[in-house]
């Protein structure tokens, strides 16, 4: 089922579908740590962040049981490097989990990466597989 609240981020083309160079990462990062500027032909980090976010928390306790979400390395950084209700672009930027990892969501009990506070949730956030030009 798609849900457009569970999309990744609209970077525009100069992003999205080309290769991940060392520039394009630092470039990237310019917008992450400053969430209200708009890349060409996409959207602001924070316009995204937020309906990511907000998407996660409205269907965390939806339905009668756990529910899987299939989505890119970028939204489970988002969960992960959300602190206290609020993004940390330091952890948002760092290295992400493994393809095969699961990982757990539940009541906005969100934790840098290696934290223990994502356990028993209802969601289970998986990295969809690796592509040739990223994730």
């Not at 890349?39 to 009668?64: I, K, V």
């Amino acid at each position: 089922v798609v849900h457009t609240g569970a999309r990744p981020w609209r970077m525009g083309p100069q992003f999205e579908g080309n290769p991940i160079t060392p520039e394009s990462i630092r470039h990237a990062q310019w917008f992450v740590e400053h969430p209200y500027e708009c890349p060409l032909n996409g959207e602001p980090f924070n316009n995204w962040y937020s309906e990511w976010m907000g998407w996660l928390n409205r269907h965390a306790d939806d339905g009668p049981g756990p529910i899987g979400v299939v989505t890119h390395n970028r939204n489970i950084q988002a969960v992960y490097s959300t602190v206290e209700g609020e993004l940390v672009p330091e952890l948002y930027n760092t290295v992400g989990p493994d393809p095969l990892t699961v990982h757990v969501y539940r009541d906005r009990s969100i934790a840098p990466w290696n934290g223990d506070r994502l356990r028993n949730g209802n969601i289970y956030i998986i990295r969809h597989a690796p592509t040739n030009w990223g994730t």
